[in-house]
């Protein structure tokens, strides 16, 4: 079949097909009434097969050209200095917190025992590593019916252990960053936005327009299939600060002191020359490790989807705002039944989901298994309070590892009483009315 071709020639040919075969069989099947609506899909098309396929006829298969591409060019679109490509968004957060307890970060490093303000309403993986290092998430309350942090509840979460906030905006509204980059400013804090389920996000902070993400100290991302891009599975960790970057490249990669890239050597030129610590001097330095680090790089291949879905984002997040809008416009005359989400002041969100609370008299589980019935999709707000979950236990019953302001009556109430639908970019119109509809029979 090759016979005469060059290696170019032969590639060509066959990424040609893989459009073909793409466009001729992964076309999305038309949408008909009754159809299961998922809360979330991948939005993709032949450009992507044709990236992963180039990808793996190099078969270079670890981090490579395509990782170099889409971390310059995902830096470049969040306007920041730096981006690290890890292997899911919780290794992102996983390296982001752990990039914190860095020895040459000095006074400011995280030490066990010492606290990290953050909520218990999200993702497990936002306080994780916290507790698997031994540092104590202090959990504060939040606020419907934006779902983020209550900010009034700051200065009390505060003590003389407090070293950082690490808190997820949520479904993509942005928390008030306002309020808590002054507070860690105020109190020489690190502020780390897990960034997973908002990129795109926008926040305006002292007349300044920036994505969520880069307004704090670190930025996390993740790429899994439901969030607003895609790489199967993928993330990203990304700073401005030059000796966090160096910090978080060697937590992803074995903890090495070494910054060469995958089949590079001697990049700075002093690979035999180097004293480190009790080494003999001159031990290569490919094989120098200044931190307890771990292996989270990408593939080369989640990277060349990920090039392809960064080409084709920001008009992901223009689907995903005209769907949440829809959606809000259309449930208006239920907000009696159900309260309606409101984006945080000063932010103009990318939205993940559309988060629907049951006013008093609505019985969530009915709402949900209506949905569920009818084909609409639905999610709770993930692990709805964490101190209630099984992976808890054993804390709760030493009374140690952790710490909460107050009784947490709103992350209750978000957990007893919401859910959520889906806005990605995939959905029409149509099933975007269709959803309205049944959720408006459901209430009545």
């Known amino acids: 079949m090759f016979e005469n071709k060059t290696e170019q020639q032969a590639k060509d040919e066959i990424l040609k097909m893989v459009a073909e075969y793409c466009d001729t069989y992964h076309n999305k099947k038309e949408y008909h009434e009754g159809d299961r609506i998922p809360y979330a899909s991948r939005v993709y098309d032949h450009e992507e097969m044709c990236n992963l396929v180039d990808s793996a006829?190099?078969?270079?298969?670890?981090?490579?050209?395509?990782?170099?591409?889409?971390?310059?060019?995902?830096?470049?679109?969040?306007?920041?200095?730096?981006?690290?490509?890890?292997?899911?968004?919780?290794?992102?957060?996983?390296?982001?917190?752990?990039?914190?307890?860095?020895?040459?970060?000095?006074?400011?490093?995280?030490?066990?025992?010492?606290?990290?303000?953050?909520?218990?309403?999200?993702?497990?993986?936002?306080?994780?590593?916290?507790?698997?290092?031994?540092?104590?998430?202090?959990?504060?309350?939040?606020?419907?019916?934006?779902?983020?942090?209550?900010?009034?509840?700051?200065?009390?979460?505060?003590?003389?252990?407090?070293?950082?906030?690490?808190?997820?905006?949520?479904?993509?509204?942005?928390?008030?960053?306002?309020?808590?980059?002054?507070?860690?400013?105020?109190?020489?804090?690190?502020?780390?936005?897990?960034?997973?389920?908002?990129?795109?996000?926008?926040?305006?902070?002292?007349?300044?327009?920036?994505?969520?993400?880069?307004?704090?100290?670190?930025?996390?991302?993740?790429?899994?299939?439901?969030?607003?891009?895609?790489?199967?599975?993928?993330?990203?960790?990304?700073?401005?600060?030059?000796?966090?970057?160096?910090?978080?490249?060697?937590?992803?990669?074995w903890g090495r002191d070494c910054i060469c890239s995958s089949g590079r050597d001697n990049m700075c030129g002093h690979r035999f020359d180097g004293q480190h610590g009790e080494l003999p001097f001159g031990y290569d330095h490919k094989y120098v490790y200044s931190h307890f680090g771990y292996n989270l790089k990408a593939t080369d291949m989640q990277a060349a989807i990920g090039c392809a879905q960064l080409e084709k984002f920001p008009s992901f997040v223009e689907r995903r705002k005209h769907n949440f809008n829809r959606l809000k416009a259309g449930l208006k005359e239920v907000e009696d039944k159900l309260i309606l989400p409101e984006p945080c002041e000063n932010s103009d969100p990318s939205w993940f989901g559309f988060l629907l609370t049951c006013?008093?008299?609505?019985?969530?589980?009915?709402?949900?298994?209506?949905?569920?019935?009818?084909?609409?999709?639905?999610?709770?707000?993930?692990?709805?309070?964490?101190?209630?979950?099984?992976?808890?236990?054993?804390?709760?019953?030493?009374?140690?590892?952790?710490?909460?302001?107050?009784?947490?009556?709103?992350?209750?109430?978000?957990?007893?009483?919401?859910?959520?639908i889906g806005v990605y970019p995939g959905m029409t119109d149509e099933m975007i009315d269709y959803m309205i509809r049944k959720i408006k029979e459901a209430v009545q």
């Not at 917190?97 to 990290?116: A, C, H, Q, Y």
């Not at 690490?166 to 400013?185: E, S, Y």
């Not at 609409?376 to 019953?397: A, D, H, I, W, Y």
């Open 359 to 420: 006013r008093e008299g609505v019985e969530k589980n009915h709402v949900v298994q209506y949905l569920e019935k009818e084909g609409v999709q639905t999610r709770m707000l993930f692990g709805g309070n964490m101190l209630k979950q099984p992976c808890f236990s054993e804390l709760k019953k030493a009374g140690e590892g952790y710490r909460v302001i107050g009784d947490l009556p709103v992350t209750d109430q978000i957990m007893t009483d919401t859910f959520w």
């Open 57 to 253: 006829l190099e078969f270079w298969l670890t981090s490579g050209r395509y990782t170099d591409e889409f971390e310059k060019k995902f830096a470049e679109y969040l306007g920041v200095r730096y981006c690290a490509l890890v292997n899911s968004g919780s290794s992102a957060n996983l390296v982001a917190f752990m990039t914190l307890t860095s020895p040459l970060l000095g006074d400011r490093k995280i030490n066990r025992g010492d606290e990290v303000i953050t909520v218990a309403a999200g993702f497990p993986t936002t306080i994780a590593a916290m507790i698997q290092y031994g540092a104590v998430p202090v959990f504060v309350d939040m606020t419907i019916p934006q779902y983020n942090i209550d900010v009034t509840q700051l200065e009390a979460a505060l003590s003389d252990k407090t070293k950082a906030v690490m808190i997820a905006h949520t479904l993509g509204n942005p928390f008030d960053l306002a309020a808590v980059k002054a507070f860690c400013d105020k109190h020489n804090l690190w502020l780390v936005e897990d960034n997973c389920d908002a990129l795109g996000s926008t926040y305006t902070i002292d007349g300044v327009t920036k994505q969520t993400g880069t307004i704090g100290d670190i930025g996390t991302s993740s790429f899994y299939p439901p969030h607003h891009m895609t790489m199967g599975e993928g993330g990203a960790v990304y700073t401005d600060d030059p000796l966090l970057n160096k910090i978080i490249r060697s937590m992803r990669d």
